[in-house]
């Protein structure tokens, strides 16, 4: 007797261990299962932003509750009700979700109660709990006028922008722009204040909304120097006075020891984000020069004259590109004299414009927006087989001529104001040249970067600058957009120089130095420059900005048919699901799936 009034409160304990135990785990398994519900909805909630409030609502519960249910009952948690419910909060751009479920007490008689109610929240938002900055690095090569990419980049880009800051808000994220080609455009504007007011207006052509670019926050050519001479510029005049008719864009060269690449195509010194210990040289396209000939007037037979002891400009390029200049105020047919100002000239297929008289400046590059605005000449261009052409509109693929015309629009450091991300995106441009993934890779991690240097160079507001690259509260991102294999420029410089010509420098005082048959320049840094170097160099900076500064990157391949370069840009991502590999089409999927990949338990 007395033994069975002690077996009670034993059995009890026994039960109520053993049943508070399964609670703990079936109240685990409850909440993994919310957390997966949640996220799956808000996913579900974010990826097409096309459909209507209601619309989104209904997916993101369809998707949310299949996932929870599926993952009760491959559990087996014995439960004998399990239900969800979720609530959508748009203001704040937030998916909560509640569960609720009953199991069974295996002692519920002894302890008079035969079931335990467990209960869980979750919440899933955009960057979880966790603010975002995000470097959205995009190719602008020429080759995006093909298949509409750019169109198709940019609105994808653009829509991107809008829905993190409508579903973010400005406190919360900061956006970079990184337009590249072979080149980066250092002019950055002064970061706007915070705000996610839309910036209205329609999606611009292919060619960009064709607006002048607001003045830099700081005076970048202090940071340059005369890419003949080497000698640091002291005024901007300086600089402009290389580029006339027109005035130096904003694009630059590598300085020395910024980037080291050995002759077997090794990179000898890993990228980080400090600030090189040189100026940058200014990007300027050079001419292409050969002996001046002009026709004898009224003449029918053996008409051209030509004296090897002067130099002209040819302004045809092989491939399409042409450049000429020479400098301002002198006479046709002299021997141009660098230390002057350099100048581009008209020509007609006849000669020049008066072989006895001043030569026309002219330039026929179509982003030159401020000084086609002013009325400035545009060249003729050489006539092809299908006739004469011009650049306008600029729409496609065609021959250009200018000091700055591989020159990219200026990039834009990062930002939390939703209109001067948006307007930035919508003024990209595509420009010739080729194709250097690794620059805006680079100039994408400099933009991230909280290092003094960087904040004084792009001049961020106080308390606007980038995070510290620890900051458990910031989730760090780049995004590298392209559609090419990496490719040097042939016949004029990028970044790192040109390929067909072996020249490693020139002087400005010696315009022969620009002849076809001596060569252009290249870095004496970069003792290989091709495909391989530049694979080299683009893997590097992936790596880097991934185990170093811990960036979560995603890559995205257009239209690319090259197995090794798809393979690198895999390598680049942070992990495989991390890389898109689609074609032109489906540029707009990819950035909405970017949206998705940012989704994360906030609580």
């Given at each position: 007797?007395?033994?069975?009034?002690?077996?009670?409160?034993?059995?009890?304990?026994?039960?109520?261990?053993?049943?508070?135990?399964?609670?703990?785990?079936?109240?685990?398994?409850?909440?993994?299962?919310?957390?997966?519900?949640?996220?799956?909805?808000?996913?579900?909630?974010?990826?097409?932003?096309?459909?209507?409030?209601?619309?989104?609502?209904?997916?993101?519960?369809?998707?949310?509750?299949?996932?929870?249910?599926?993952?009760?009952?491959?559990?087996?948690?014995?439960?004998?009700?399990?239900?969800?419910?979720?609530?959508?909060?748009?203001?704040?751009?937030?998916?909560?979700?509640?569960?609720?479920?009953?199991?069974?007490?295996?002692?519920?008689?002894?302890?008079?109660?035969?079931?335990?109610?467990?209960?869980?929240?979750?919440?899933?938002?955009?960057?979880?709990?966790?603010?975002?900055?995000?470097?959205?690095?995009?190719?602008?090569?020429?080759?995006?006028?093909?298949?509409?990419?750019?169109?198709?980049?940019?609105?994808?880009?653009?829509?991107?922008?809008?829905?993190?800051?409508?579903?973010?808000?400005?406190?919360?994220?900061?956006?970079?722009?990184?337009?590249?080609?072979?080149?980066?455009?250092?002019?950055?504007?002064?970061?706007?204040?915070?705000?996610?007011?839309?910036?209205?207006?329609?999606?611009?052509?292919?060619?960009?909304?064709?607006?002048?670019?607001?003045?830099?926050?700081?005076?970048?050519?202090?940071?340059?120097?005369?890419?003949?001479?080497?000698?640091?510029?002291?005024?901007?005049?300086?600089?402009?006075?290389?580029?006339?008719?027109?005035?130096?864009?904003?694009?630059?060269?590598?300085?020395?020891?910024?980037?080291?690449?050995?002759?077997?195509?090794?990179?000898?010194?890993?990228?980080?984000?400090?600030?090189?210990?040189?100026?940058?040289?200014?990007?300027?396209?050079?001419?292409?020069?050969?002996?001046?000939?002009?026709?004898?007037?009224?003449?029918?037979?053996?008409?051209?004259?030509?004296?090897?002891?002067?130099?002209?400009?040819?302004?045809?390029?092989?491939?399409?590109?042409?450049?000429?200049?020479?400098?301002?105020?002198?006479?046709?047919?002299?021997?141009?004299?660098?230390s002057a100002q350099a100048q581009y000239n008209y020509y007609h297929s006849n000669g020049w414009t008066d072989p006895n008289g001043f030569i026309e400046p002219c330039i026929s590059d179509p982003n030159e927006f401020e000084y086609l605005g002013n009325g400035g000449k545009v060249c003729d261009?050489?006539?092809?087989?299908?006739?004469?052409?011009?650049?306008?509109?600029?729409?496609?693929?065609?021959?250009?001529?200018?000091?700055?015309?591989?020159?990219?629009?200026?990039?834009?450091?990062?930002?939390?104001?939703?209109?001067?991300?948006?307007?930035?995106?919508?003024?990209?441009?595509?420009?010739?040249?080729?194709?250097?993934?690794?620059?805006?890779?680079?100039?994408?991690?400099?933009?991230?970067?909280?290092?003094?240097?960087?904040?004084?160079?792009?001049?961020?507001?106080?308390?606007?600058?980038?995070?510290?690259?620890?900051?458990?509260?910031?989730?760090?991102?780049?995004?590298?957009?392209?559609?090419?294999?990496?490719?040097?420029?042939?016949?004029?410089?990028?970044?790192?120089?040109?390929?067909?010509?072996?020249?490693?420098?020139?002087?400005?005082?010696?315009?022969?130095?620009?002849?076809?048959?001596?060569?252009?320049?290249?870095?004496?840094?970069?003792?290989?420059?091709?495909?391989?170097?530049?694979?080299?160099?683009?893997?590097?900076?992936?790596?880097?900005?991934?185990?170093?500064?811990?960036?979560?990157?995603?890559?995205?391949?257009?239209?690319?048919?090259?197995?090794?370069?798809?393979?690198?840009?895999?390598?680049?991502?942070?992990?495989?699901?991390?890389?898109?590999?689609?074609?032109?089409?489906?540029?707009?999927?990819?950035?909405?799936?970017?949206?998705?990949?940012?989704?994360?338990?906030?609580k």
């Amino acid at each position: 007797m007395m033994f069975g009034l002690f077996l009670v409160p034993v059995t009890a304990v026994i039960g109520f261990s053993v049943d508070g135990q399964r609670a703990f785990n079936n109240k685990a398994q409850l909440q993994n299962s919310l957390d997966a519900a949640v996220l799956m909805a808000a996913k579900e909630y974010y990826a097409d932003p096309s459909l209507t409030q209601s619309e989104r609502e209904d997916a993101a519960r369809q998707a949310g509750s299949r996932i929870f249910q599926r993952n009760n009952l491959e559990f087996g948690l014995g439960d004998t009700q399990a239900t969800v419910t979720f609530q959508f909060d748009e203001a704040a751009g937030t998916v909560d979700a509640s569960a609720r479920s009953v199991m069974k007490n295996f002692f519920g008689g002894v302890l008079n109660r035969n079931t335990t109610t467990l209960g869980a929240k979750a919440q899933a938002a955009i960057g979880g709990n966790k603010k975002l900055e995000i470097a959205l690095i995009l190719d602008n090569s020429t080759s995006m006028f093909r298949s509409n990419r750019m169109n198709l980049m940019r609105e994808a880009a653009v829509n991107f922008t809008d829905t993190l800051f409508e579903r973010y808000g400005h406190e919360d994220i900061k956006i970079s722009v990184v337009p590249w080609a072979t080149t980066v455009n250092i002019m950055a504007e002064p970061i706007a204040t915070p705000d996610s007011t839309p910036a209205g207006g329609t999606l611009p052509p292919a060619y960009g909304s064709r607006t002048v670019p607001a003045d830099p926050a700081v005076h970048p050519w202090r940071y340059t120097q005369n890419p003949f001479t080497g000698q640091p510029l002291t005024r901007q005049s300086d600089a402009d006075d290389l580029f006339t008719p027109t005035t130096w864009r904003g694009c630059v060269r590598a300085a020395a020891g910024e980037r080291e690449v050995s002759l077997t195509g090794t990179v000898k010194t890993p990228l980080t984000d400090a600030f090189p210990a040189h100026d940058w040289p200014l990007a300027i396209v050079p001419p292409k020069l050969e002996p001046y000939w002009y026709n004898r007037p009224s003449c029918s037979y053996n008409c051209r004259v030509t004296d090897t002891t002067k130099l002209r400009a040819d302004p045809w390029w092989s491939g399409g590109a042409a450049n000429n200049y020479q400098p301002k105020s002198v006479r046709a047919g002299t021997r141009p004299d660098y230390s002057a100002q350099a100048q581009y000239n008209y020509y007609h297929s006849n000669g020049w414009t008066d072989p006895n008289g001043f030569i026309e400046p002219c330039i026929s590059d179509p982003n030159e927006f401020e000084y086609l605005g002013n009325g400035g000449k545009v060249c003729d261009y050489r006539p092809t087989d299908s006739g004469s052409y011009n650049i306008f509109p600029w729409d496609r693929q065609k021959a250009i001529n200018g000091p700055n015309m591989n020159c990219v629009s200026p990039m834009l450091a990062a930002s939390a104001n939703r209109a001067q991300v948006v307007n930035k995106l919508k003024q990209m441009y595509p420009a010739p040249g080729g194709t250097h993934a690794d620059i805006g890779l680079m100039w994408g991690l400099r933009t991230l970067s909280p290092r003094s240097n960087w904040t004084s160079f792009f001049s961020y507001p106080t308390d606007e600058e980038p995070a510290a690259w620890d900051d458990e509260q910031v989730i760090k991102i780049a995004v590298l957009l392209t559609d090419g294999v990496n490719v040097a420029p042939g016949n004029f410089e990028g970044y790192y120089g040109c390929t067909n010509r072996t020249q490693q420098s020139y002087d400005v005082g010696h315009p022969e130095d620009h002849d076809d048959s001596v060569g252009c320049w290249r870095h004496p840094d970069i003792q290989r420059l091709d495909k391989t170097a530049l694979d080299n160099l683009m893997l590097d900076s992936c790596e880097q900005m991934k185990s170093q500064y811990g960036i979560q990157l995603y890559t995205i391949a257009v239209d690319i048919n090259d197995a090794s370069a798809i393979s690198y840009l895999k390598q680049c991502a942070s992990s495989e699901s991390d890389f898109y590999n689609i074609s032109s089409g489906e540029i707009g999927i990819a950035f909405s799936s970017l949206l998705t990949n940012l989704v994360r338990i906030s609580k």
